[in-house]
């Protein structure tokens, strides 16, 4: 996985220690029991003590009724319930969540038709968006648990499996059953670590496709007024231009994947190859602990705090760390390409909403944040940038027409080599019309999967 202690930050005027396993598959495990390197941590329901100063006592009922929630069976290894249900209470513990208003479901209405009428203009590919809906948080949690249950599943089951594998042989044989019990709790904290972070997420999302990926039903352009209320705030730029921006490239997300039908299985798959990759070495950590001086402590906590039991990234999985990164950059490449065409000459608030938009994503959105949840790694296409040049060149030498011609099929999208040389690859392939080249590229390929 990631190198957690170089990409967190340094929270240097925060006296609360730093969670040592953060974003390792023992963080949830941690973070349940309320063991130390996780202060103040508790289940979701809260019943374990703050700390033997002044916390309440347990409330043992509740920890009777979660253990058993624990062992009850379901199907797969996440149990969608619990997901669903801690997100609610994270959510709900946040604080109002008030429902859309009839005049902000009449804005979002009216904002989408607008966005689409411009699009039209930028992209040739067909409208995706049939439904324009204004979510509470609570609202964007239900209509996208199935795709966070899709993603999470391949996943869970690999890291459960890693840490069961992890066990040396003599253990599991003392062990017997209880190996059992072990996975059936370490899915069980998977889903609860993923419902704490959904219900995180859903107090910051903007549309159904702010992270890249299009997680609610298809067609519906989805957006949430109060999440956009808050993304506003210091931009001194009117509420219908912050609602106008963010459904612009709301819209143009659900056109790129419905003329891309492969696209949302491409990224699943790779999220689900970084899972499968989930390796944890015993061995190298208890070599590494074997190093340390038992008189001077302090060496063991600054190992904990550069990630000790962070599993180091094997080859599969910086295969599809990499895939991944390249798509989504390709994915926001386009998207924020389309919708500064979209609007040029039209909307002047575009500029500085872009440019937040950007600033957003490079301190680390909930794109980066979700995924490090999710699989313990810290997402951040750092090519976004190369890729709105790659995709402005195509469009500036070959047309409109061209650039999106590449998402037909995956085999002729840009090459991660090619975002080095954008103006290069805006070029035509060949001396003869760069249009009848690709076309008898792309015929060649599907013709080979048919």
């Not at 063991?35 to 809260?46: D, I």
């Not at 459904?247 to 299985?265: I, N, S, T, Y």
């Not at 011609?405 to 035509?428: C, I, N, S, T």
Request: hydrophobic share 40%; glycine share 8%; proline share 8%.
């Amino acid at each position: 996985m990631s190198d957690h202690g170089a990409d967190r930050p340094d929270d240097s005027g925060d006296d609360t220690p730093q969670n040592p396993f953060a974003g390792t598959p023992f963080e949830a495990l941690f973070s349940q029991l309320g063991m130390p390197g996780q202060p103040g941590a508790a289940g979701p329901a809260g019943f374990l003590p703050n700390g033997p100063s002044g916390g309440a006592a347990p409330d043992l009922n509740a920890l009777m009724a979660q253990v058993q929630r624990m062992f009850q069976p379901h199907e797969g290894t996440v149990d969608a319930s619990v997901t669903l249900d801690v997100a609610r209470h994270t959510t709900a513990a946040a604080g109002p969540d008030p429902s859309p208003t009839a005049a902000e479901e009449a804005a979002v209405a009216d904002a989408v038709q607008l966005a689409e009428m411009w699009l039209d203009h930028a992209t040739g590919l067909p409208r995706g968006a049939t439904t324009a809906a204004p979510w509470s948080r609570a609202e964007w949690i239900e209509h996208t648990a199935d795709t966070w249950h899709t993603l999470a599943e391949p996943v869970a089951e690999h890291v459960v499996d890693a840490m069961s594998q992890a066990l040396p042989e003599e253990i599991k044989t003392m062990a017997g059953p209880l190996i059992g019990m072990l996975s059936q709790a370490g899915s069980a904290m998977f889903a609860q670590q993923l419902g704490r972070g959904l219900g995180e997420l859903a107090g910051e999302v903007l549309s159904s496709t702010d992270i890249g990926l299009p997680l609610g039903p298809a067609g519906v352009a989805a957006v949430l007024p109060a999440n956009l209320a808050s993304f506003g705030d210091g931009l001194e730029l009117r509420t219908s231009d912050v609602l106008l921006y963010v459904v612009l490239r709301e819209c143009a997300h659900h056109r790129l994947f419905a003329a891309a039908p492969w696209l949302k299985g491409a990224l699943v798959a790779a999220v689900e190859e970084y899972g499968r990759g989930t390796r944890i070495d015993l061995e190298a950590i208890e070599r590494r602990a074997a190093e340390f001086d038992p008189s001077r402590p302090q060496e063991i906590v600054d190992a904990l705090q550069n990630g000790l039991f962070d599993p180091e990234p094997t080859p599969e999985q910086q295969h599809a760390l990499a895939r991944l990164e390249h798509l989504l950059a390709l994915v926001e490449g386009w998207v924020d390409e389309v919708v500064t065409q979209a609007t040029h000459d039209r909307m002047p608030a575009a500029v500085a909403l872009a440019e937040t938009m950007r600033r957003r994503r490079a301190s680390g959105g909930p794109a980066e944040q979700t995924f490090a949840s999710l699989v313990g790694l810290q997402l951040r296409p750092r090519r976004l940038r190369d890729a709105v040049n790659l995709w402005a060149a195509v469009r500036d030498r070959q047309g409109a027409e061209a650039r999106d011609r590449f998402w037909q099929h995956p085999d002729v999208l840009p090459a991660p080599a090619d975002l080095d040389d954008p103006l290069g690859f805006a070029e035509p392939r060949s001396t003869q019309d760069g249009d009848d080249a690709f076309d008898d590229e792309l015929r060649r390929l599907l013709d080979g999967d048919a």
